[in-house]
């Protein structure tokens, strides 16, 4: 078990531009979330996915954001037109789902600054 | 809506010393309730959940008890260790939520000095 892994685990950008990041969950999970956080608070939900299909969205989740998980392995989340306001640590989560409170397990984060 | 709120920090104490973390919650019906914990430089991880009223959930020393009556989930520790500074989150599944993402707190540092 290797755990959730994200790449980059750092990414600089100048605003304005689109940037990439992935999350590779614990190989045998079939849901897989993405959340984000900021200096001083806790993370915020985004998105998840049940196998491939995205089934909630917060609405934190611009139109400059997408997410995908083409094949219900590895997910990508990509934002259009950075802001700087988009600065945070972005991550990922995978569980298996049991039932109601199953365990999620994080990944170490991406840290996304914007200039 | 579903909030969690948790006692500010930083907290610090001094190795062997007693430890409470304050956390309340809003929700509707009643949600599993969670701590998670975050080491310098690394993931969340979790530390204990209870998914119904009066579980105490327990690991590594921590405790805390889902209290229905007061909507709490305080954590607790008889005697911390260096080790055992980092952050703390108070988070919480709401029950109606099928896709079940946590409301998480604002965290509380823990800083233990030998």
């Known amino acids: 078990d290797t755990g959730v892994s994200q790449n980059p685990r750092h990414k600089i950008t100048k605003r304005g531009q689109n940037v990439t990041f992935r999350c590779d969950p614990i190989?045998?999970?079939?849901?897989l979330y993405w959340y984000r956080q900021t200096l001083g608070q806790g993370p915020e939900f985004l998105t998840y996915?049940?196998?491939?299909?995205?089934?909630?969205k917060s609405r934190l989740l611009s139109d400059r954001f997408s997410a995908e998980r083409p094949k219900g392995s590895f997910s990508t989340l990509e934002i259009q037109r950075t802001e700087q306001g988009d600065s945070a640590m972005y991550l990922c989560?995978?569980?298996?789902?049991?039932?109601?409170?199953?365990?999620?397990?994080f990944g170490p984060g991406t840290r996304l600054t914007v200039l | 809506g579903n909030s969690v709120t948790q006692m500010e920090g930083p907290v610090t104490l001094s190795e062997e010393a007693f430890l409470t973390i304050n956390c309340t919650y809003t929700?509707?019906?009643?949600?599993?309730l969670f701590w998670y914990v975050q080491y310098p430089g690394e993931g969340l991880q979790l530390l204990l959940k209870?998914?119904?009223?009066?579980d105490k959930g327990s690991n590594k020393g921590f405790e805390a008890t889902y209290r229905k009556e007061t909507t709490s989930f305080h954590l607790e520790k008889g005697s911390v260790q260096v080790s055992d500074s980092a952050v703390y989150f108070c988070?919480?599944?709401?029950?109606?939520?099928?896709?079940?993402?946590?409301?998480f707190g604002p965290g509380t540092r823990l800083s233990v000095l030998p």
């Open positions: 989560a995978s569980s298996l789902e049991l039932g109601r409170g199953d365990t999620q397990y």
């Open positions: 190989s045998e999970h079939n849901r």
């Open positions: 996915f049940q196998n491939e299909a995205q089934l909630e």
């Open positions: 929700a509707t019906g009643y949600p599993s």
């Open positions: 209870a998914t119904k009223a009066d």
């Open positions: 988070a919480l599944i709401p029950r109606d939520n099928y896709g079940q993402n946590f409301v």
